[in-house]
Structure formats: C-alpha cells, structure tokens
C-alpha cells in the first residue's frame, strides 16, 4: 500500500486510476452502484425500440362469479 493516498478532489482521474489498482471491488461496487439509477431512464425506451413489451400487469383481486351460488351438499353443510 502506498504511503499517501491520492485526494480525490484534487485529481480524480488520477484518484480513479489508483482506486481501480488498489482497491478494485470498491472501485467498481462504485462504478456498478452509481451506474444503476443513471441507466434508469435510458434503459426502458431501448427495450421498447428492441421489441420487448411490459407484461400486463398482475390482478389484485378475485373475480366474483355472477349468478346465484350453487347449493352444497352432503358432508354436513345444512
């Protein structure tokens, strides 16, 4: 490990460069990290462009049958 780490706000290329050398799963967990929300409004127009449609979207509910209930027997329910 070096004596002084670079500053970043002085050089950040410079403080990049050394990060991905020195301490490359938090460098890149960085990188794949800021990557995900910057990618969110870019990502669902391309998909769109490419053919991929939005699933229909799932029910929340039950549908209620119209009509009268059928009566059950046997098995004890009076």
Partial sequence: MS???????????????????????????FILGAAGPLTMPIIPPIRRALGDVDPAPIPVTYPVPTGPRKQLTGYDDE
């Fill in 3 to 29: 004596a002084a780490a670079p500053h970043f706000w002085s050089t950040p290329l410079k403080y990049c460069r050394w990060a991905a050398r020195e301490r490359p799963a938090l460098f890149w967990s």
